[in-house]
């Protein structure tokens, strides 16, 4: 069983502030991407990373692929109300299966 | 290029009945997966189908559930005798068959309220 670890759990803070989530395991990915769900939708892919190291930005957020491709973190700079969500990582094995992580519950306050 | 399509969204039955769930997945895609979510928590994984074949069944039930993804039309779960328990969302994901690496794309589920 692949496991994949978020932290933290939940956050709560005000518009503004940057945050960092983490998504860690002990298993080796192929890939890993990170998604965002609202309330009553489905999850929305925000990014695949792919190769250990790899550094991505989309605007405000940015996300870290392990070098030894089992971890990942998710940084977002200067909060806005809108960033509110679930934020899921998912991991991928050679095998086309995907591994969620529990996700982390994000408010951002006004 | 249509996203993931998923029916009905809201769907309600009684115990005992059936419930069946549609997922259309993006064009060009060829592996579906079913995933369930209960309020406040992760997504659970159910099933990994590709076309005329089911890859993965190990976090459905062995009992009541079912799934299939024919050669045409969409991949239908399907739950018989529902039971409260049951209740929930339903997430379908499709995803292309790639060379080096894979990622999905979720439709916008279905929920299911059993009364």
């Known amino acids: 069983t692949q496991l994949l670890e978020q932290s933290p759990q939940f956050l709560s803070i005000q518009e503004g502030e940057n945050l960092t989530v983490y998504c860690n395991s002990s298993s080796v990915f192929s890939s890993l991407q990170w998604y965002r769900q609202e309330p009553g939708e489905g999850p929305v892919l925000l990014v695949t990373v792919v190769t250990g190291g790899e550094v991505k930005k989309l605007k405000r957020l940015t996300f870290q692929f392990g070098d030894a491709r089992k971890d990942s973190s998710l940084h977002i700079t200067a909060a806005q109300p809108g960033d509110t969500g679930l934020y899921l990582c998912a991991g991928a094995d050679n095998f086309n299966k995907f591994y969620f992580g529990s996700g982390t519950k994000l408010n951002v306050k006004p | ?115």
């Open chain 2, 1 to 115: 290029n249509a996203g993931v399509m998923q029916n009905p969204r809201h769907l309600v039955r009684r115990r005992g009945q059936e419930a069946r769930l549609r997922c259309s997945p993006m064009k060009g895609h060829s592996h579906v997966y079913w995933y369930r979510q209960l309020p406040e928590e992760g997504l659970k994984f159910m099933v990994y189908l590709q076309k005329e074949n089911i890859i993965d069944e190990s976090g459905m039930p062995k009992e009541r559930f079912s799934a299939e993804f024919p050669k045409e039309g969409p991949s239908i779960l399907r739950i018989q005798q529902v039971v409260r328990g049951d209740s929930a969302a339903y997430f379908c994901a499709s995803s292309p068959l790639r060379g080096s690496y894979n990622e999905q794309f979720f439709g916008p589920g279905t929920r299911l309220t059993v009364l």
